[in-house]
């Protein structure tokens, strides 16, 4: 076995819109939609690429994988849940991104509860139910337009929510915490 200083899978022409892309970064959110404790006619998707848009109604805008589980399911219920996801749920952000396994399905990893919306994930406080108005094919995504019809907002964790950046997890911490930039 030979030791590089290089990432084996590195793209040597890296797509300069994607570098772009990951620079930006945000915040971490799971979208949920479909019913059923056991799963099978639940569906998510871990999501960054996301704006809020103000207004009477609001909005919630996503960019989805269009082959998506998740994006099938919306489509066919008209419903779902985004809701922001904690430092500490890490390990779930990566099960419903399908990089980590997760034995029995991504939902069988947390507790989930069902709502009008779709699943829950019982720890998430800060969490909306929106329903489908539009889509649209920009580039290789599916933008969904999503009218927010439900909405609940807690503290933020301790731990701060969940942010990406660049290919890597970050806590985004909340104003007041030691580790912000109110410290």
Do not use: K
């Amino acid at each position: 076995m030979t030791i590089h200083d290089t990432h084996p899978f590195a793209d040597p022409h890296p797509d300069p819109v994607r570098r772009f892309r990951g620079r930006l970064g945000g915040a971490v959110t799971l979208w949920t939609a479909g019913s059923g404790s056991a799963g099978s006619d639940r569906a998510g998707l871990t999501v960054s690429s996301l704006v809020v848009a103000l207004g009477e109604p609001s909005h919630v805008i996503g960019l989805l994988d269009p082959d998506a589980d998740l994006t099938e399911t919306l489509r066919e219920t008209g419903r779902a849940v985004v809701q922001v996801l904690a430092w500490s749920d890490r390990g779930l952000a990566e099960a419903f991104a399908g990089t980590a396994p997760a034995p029995g399905g991504p939902f069988r990893v947390a507790d989930f509860e069902d709502t009008a919306w779709g699943p829950r994930l019982v720890s998430a406080g800060t969490w909306a139910g929106v329903e489908l108005v539009d889509e649209r094919e920009v580039g290789w995504s599916a933008e969904v337009t999503c009218r927010i019809g439900h909405l609940e907002i807690a503290d933020d964790p301790v731990s701060g929510a969940l942010g990406h950046r660049r290919g890597r997890w970050l806590p985004l911490v909340p104003p007041g915490h030691p580790l912000g930039s109110d410290a």
